[in-house]
């Protein structure tokens, strides 16, 4: 192809795509986007707030559970349709649970982990559906009228990635206490048993092991501070992690929305739907690793 053919090409593509973008502008008009970061009360029954990410978190759970009664109203022994496609996802996910946790701690954790990663999922994917942040109330806000969406997808509310952080939180020390015991489990942060007995070979005129003794127990104890940081930090990334990855993804579509509308912005649902498993995954795998990690010894990490 010579060089003159090959920039024809590339002008007629470029005017092809300027007529959609202009096209679309004609044909579907979109306002300029308006996104709130906080999550917005749609309505406060005795004086209870009900935000549109309520709504939507509600939305996911009655859809959730409408699949789960089709798929399992007439089970046969020999799955069809809708049963065989669950099973299969179960399976899936129980198998990823019991390669990391092993078969004697993978069914005790596998409820919790399931769980987290299908509200995960299924919010971030059921919030690309039409109706979400398009159907709504308009009000006047600032001498402009403004809407405001009575679905949003839950995901984007900080309260909802906050709640799911706290869940995994409480099951991991749950699990930690319950498999090693009160003492051994807090023996990871409170451990002092070295600094004390460094403290008492010293009072025995034992000095110079005393020392070493004594040494190894700040040591310890500053290892258990660390420890300690870090259980609580967890909850922290877990919670702007999962928020600011699905809150970016929503605002990119109404920027692309606005700015090229139409067919430019299909790729963009692709791409968070992408995004809306692998932020499942992280979610619940890190999850998972952190039960695996409070049932071990310690002396075995």
């Known amino acids: 192809m010579s060089r003159i053919g090959l920039w024809r090409r590339i002008g007629i593509i470029a005017l092809l795509s300027f007529g959609l973008v202009v096209l679309g502008r004609l044909l579907f008009p979109v306002s300029i986007p308006h996104f709130e970061l906080a999550a917005e009360a749609v309505f406060s029954p005795f004086g209870i ?32 349709g809708l049963q065989n496609i669950l099973e299969a996802g179960i399976e899936v996910l129980m198998n990823f649970v019991d390669n990391i946790a092993g078969k004697e701690y993978g069914r005790k954790f596998f409820p919790v982990v399931a769980t987290i990663f299908i509200f995960i999922i299924a919010n971030a994917w059921l919030a690309l559906l039409p109706g979400f942040m398009s159907i709504g109330f308009w009000h006047t806000e600032g001498g402009e009228q403004v809407l405001m969406p009575l679905f949003r997808g839950a995901n ?12 995994s939180f409480i099951f991991v020390e749950y699990w930690g206490f319950r498999s090693q015991g009160f003492i051994r489990y807090m023996s990871r942060f409170v451990n002092v048993r070295r600094y004390f007995s460094g403290v008492g070979q010293m009072l025995r005129g034992r000095v ?62 692709g791409l968070e739907l992408f995004i809306g498993f692998v932020q499942a995954l992280i979610f619940c795998g890190l999850t998972l690793v952190f039960l695996v990690m409070a049932v071990t010894r310690h002396e075995e990490h």
């Open 49 to 80: 707030p009900i935000t549109n990410t309520m709504i939507a978190a509600w939305l996911t759970i009655l859809v959730m559970g409408g699949i789960s009664y089709a798929a399992t109203r007439k089970m046969r022994l020999v799955p069809q």
């Open 156 to 167: 984007t509310d900080i309260n909802v990635p906050l709640a799911l952080a706290l869940v």
């Open 208 to 269: 110079r092991s005393g020392l070493g003794t004594l040494f190894t127990g700040i040591i310890d104890i500053f290892v258990g501070l660390i420890e300690m940081v870090s259980e609580l930090v967890r909850i922290i990334s877990f919670t702007f992690r999962l928020f600011g990855n699905m809150t970016a993804g929503e605002i990119l579509i109404f920027a692309m929305l606005f700015l090229i509308p139409w067919v430019a912005a299909v790729p963009f649902y």
